[in-house]
């Protein structure tokens, strides 16, 4: 298992001068008070780690994080992130969940979205994670009707603007369908009309790149043979937030908990959602893992090798399921392949609880990679 290089504490704050040792100590403790984490609090943590990181420098900075709270940069990113975007709002008496907060500050998220969700929770409605989810799809939906760009353009017919493919209907030279198919993104349909009027793809594979479908619930042919592995399971950080949950653990984690924020322990079993966010639920995973809180785990991801979270975890046994899973609530299977990660010493046990679905495989390194 790789080994934490976790700084003492004591000599993290040695190597400081005194008035940045006595700042960063304040705003430790300020942020450690802030950590009951209501909309507001949140934006004030992410508004201090703005200033320690401006004080410490990047490197400094990292070394802090796990020290202090034993987070990752992905973590302390995701609340300077929300100070950033919501700096001039006043969210003491608003009711966001901190998981809507967090998705409503991605840059990916446009702003009438964010302003969609303050007027909202101005009138006195509690903004929960899914509802975040819905202001942002139905935002990102919307048609925007300047026109191509000719630097942005996907391909004949496409052009790239924020994150969405628009495909022309009147594109001679590939059939509409194929088009939405082959795009691994939000895909929205413009037809050619003199009124300029748009509708969403209603293609059977579109619905699987919506932000709308990042979830995806374990089948049981994972989670038995989980079980098997890991005997128990003491922590599902993803969980669907069913009664009773998909994933029998003794300790559940919802959207609206917001997982990432949370120190994780003992044996884990990992789902995450499967949009962009997929990176930090994976650094998440193995920086608990490899801080020794975490002692086993096994992680089911969509097999995406290209991808630098997927280079994370390189150096874990890992188990490519052979087919396509069928998640819960689907009845159909998933457009992509899954891999299983396992994370722990007990490789033996691993292989014989997940040898009948998939080859497993170890990353050999070579003698110039050492």
């Not at 895909?187 to 594979?205: D, I, L, N, P, S």
Request: glycine share 8%; charged share 25%.
């Amino acid at each position: 298992m790789p080994q934490s290089t976790e700084v003492p504490v004591d000599d993290l704050y040695a190597s400081l001068d005194v008035e940045t040792r006595i700042v960063v100590q304040q705003r430790t403790s300020e942020i450690k008070t802030l950590m009951r984490r209501t909309a507001q609090d949140i934006v004030d943590i992410g508004q201090k780690l703005i200033e320690v990181k401006e004080r410490l420098g990047h490197g400094v900075f990292g070394a802090w994080l796990p020290v202090e709270f034993g987070w990752s940069r992905t973590t302390a990113v995701r609340f300077m992130r929300v100070a950033e975007q919501f700096k001039f709002a006043n969210l003491a008496n608003l009711s966001i969940a901190s998981s809507a907060l967090y998705l409503l500050a991605e840059s990916s998220t446009p702003e009438s979205a964010r302003q969609e969700a303050l007027q909202r929770a101005e009138q006195g409605e509690h903004i929960t994670y899914r509802g975040a989810q819905e202001m942002v799809a139905a935002q990102k939906a919307m048609p925007m009707l300047e026109g191509h760009v000719g630097e942005d353009r996907y391909l004949e017919g496409g052009s790239r603007q924020s994150g969405q493919v628009w495909v022309d209907l009147a594109c001679p030279e590939q059939p509409p369908s194929m088009l939405v198919s082959e795009m691994p993104r939000d895909v929205v349909v413009m037809e050619r009309q003199a009124t300029g009027e748009a509708y969403q793809a209603t293609h059977k594979m579109a619905v699987h790149f919506s932000s709308q479908t990042v979830e995806h619930y374990t089948p049981e042919t994972i989670i038995a043979p989980t079980v098997a592995c890991l005997g128990e399971i003491d922590l599902d950080p993803c969980s669907d937030g069913g009664e009773p949950p998909n994933v029998p653990a003794h300790t559940h984690y919802t959207a609206a908990d917001d997982g990432l924020t949370h120190p994780w322990h003992g044996r884990v079993y990992m789902n995450p959602p499967y949009g962009r966010e997929i990176g930090d639920w994976v650094e998440k995973l193995c920086a608990e893992h490899e801080a020794g809180r975490v002692t086993e785990a096994i992680a089911l991801l969509p097999s995406r090798t290209d991808t630098q979270w997927w280079r994370r975890l390189r150096m874990y046994l890992v188990c490519f399921v052979q087919g396509r899973l069928t998640f819960v609530g689907s009845q159909d299977p998933a457009p992509f392949p899954s891999a299983v990660f396992y994370l722990g010493q007990d490789t033996a046990r691993f292989c014989c609880a997940f040898g009948q679905l998939g080859d497993i495989y170890r990353r050999i390194e070579t003698e110039e990679q050492r």
